[in-house]
């Protein structure tokens, strides 16, 4: 199957959305596999569903098992591994279940409530950090909108609200608009994100009149942003630049959150090309991930923290002033630290997010030894 065969922008995103391959049977008619590797895959399957839309299998060359978009989305023997050379894992790296309210909604930072919006997303990335729940039942999604629009109003510390998941553009129009609108209403609010990845992974979705002239409405009432997710500039395709340019001309600021990825964009040259051509299509990078401590994630893409300072610091004697904004960062359980770099031996860091209630560990810098294989830091 090849891209340019399909006009992705004329079909029907939920139509479109059965033609998903969400088996090993039907991966193999698209990928080759011997007899082992398709046992071992049905395993994986089994512990993480697989779900990758044509469009998104058509960005990998079949013939390199090496590809960077096949890593992304296509199921690994690695990920039967739950613990590995990289060290411990998690389940809930982040630690999202300390901030749970219920309903769906997290609130971790006292200016910033997350909603969980849907457990489904276009595509299951494989390097995900909600990988235990994405794609499954849980009870950790939105099931009452009213109740956690009671919620931000109920606290008005709270001045943005992320709508995320999972990925809320899998929602229909109609629910989005009765989850969207109560929060324009909200005037202690000064903004709204949606995270999203359909515009890499699921473009078709932004073809869609009724979902863009429903975000521009809301626009006009509050300001929205759309955080997106290309790892790669192999992600950033005609169809992608399209989407990304009617979001663009709803008036939506769309800022990019990648994942340094092992075997997907761990070099400068990955990262410089990532950069530089988000910013050509109109994608302000923002943050580069370092991977989280997953389980069945960790052992396979995370690379040890000081090579990823030495990539990021090649990156960015490349890139222009816009190239370089973004932050390298460490989503910690104690909260967001961006990676500064290395200080005779040791790594720098400066928290730019704290939990509620520890204020008064915002802005600090933290000077910490770090060993040679070291993919996360400890407190």
């Known amino acids: 199957m090849q891209s340019e065969t399909i006009n992705w922008a004329e079909l029907d995103w939920k139509e479109e959305l059965s033609n998903s391959i969400v088996s090993i049977d039907q991966l193999k008619e698209y990928i080759a596999m011997d007899e082992e590797e398709e046992k071992k895959l049905r395993e994986v399957v089994k ?7 044509r469009y998104y299998l058509s960005l990998v060359n079949p013939d390199d098992p090496h590809d960077p978009v096949r890593k992304m989305c296509l199921p690994d023997t690695n990920e039967l591994i739950v613990a590995g050379s990289m060290g411990e894992t998690t389940k809930d790296p982040y630690g999202d279940d300390k901030h749970d309210k219920g309903n769906g909604v997290l609130h971790k930072y006292d200016y910033t409530a997350l909603i969980v919006a849907t457990e489904f997303c276009a595509m299951y990335c494989r390097h995900c950090f909600r990988k235990r729940m994405v794609g499954k039942p849980n009870n950790q999604t939105l099931k009452d909108f009213a109740a956690a629009t009671c919620y931000v109003a109920e606290h008005p510390e709270i001045r943005n609200v992320v709508i995320s998941g999972g990925d809320p553009m899998m929602l ?8 969207l609108m109560p929060l324009a209403e909200i005037d202690t609010l000064d903004f709204v994100r949606i995270g999203s990845r359909t515009p ?11 979902l863009m002239d429903l975000l521009a409405e ?3 009432k509050k300001t929205l942003y759309f955080p997106t997710h290309f790892n790669h500039a192999n992600e950033i395709t005609p169809t992608a630049t399209k989407a990304i340019k009617r979001l663009r001309h ?6 990019n959150q990648a994942v340094l990825l092992r075997g997907v964009n761990d070099s400068a040259e990955a990262i410089r090309d990532l950069m530089s051509n988000s910013l050509r299509i109109g994608v302000n990078p923002y943050y580069l991930y370092q991977c989280m401590p997953v389980a069945r994630v960790r052992h396979h893409f995370q690379i040890p923290l000081k090579q990823g300072i030495e990539i990021v610091d090649r990156a960015k004697q490349w890139l222009d002033g816009y190239g370089k904004r973004f932050k ?14 290395m200080s005779e031996g040791k790594i720098v860091l400066k928290q730019i997010h704290a939990r509620s209630g ?12 770090l060993d040679d294989k070291a993919g996360w830091v400890n407190f």
């Open 47 to 53: 512990v993480h569903p697989m779900k990758i839309p």
């Open 218 to 220: 809301f626009n006009e």
């Open 358 to 369: 520890h204020s008064d560990q915002a802005s600090r810098v933290i000077i910490q030894d």
């Open 250 to 255: 709803a008036g939506i600021t769309v800022n």
């Open 328 to 341: 390298f960062i460490i989503g910690h359980d104690i909260g967001k630290l961006e990676i500064c770099g």
């Open 200 to 210: 890499v992974t699921y473009p078709i979705r932004l073809f869609d009149d009724e």
């Open 172 to 179: 229909p129009n109609s629910v989005l608009r009765q989850m």
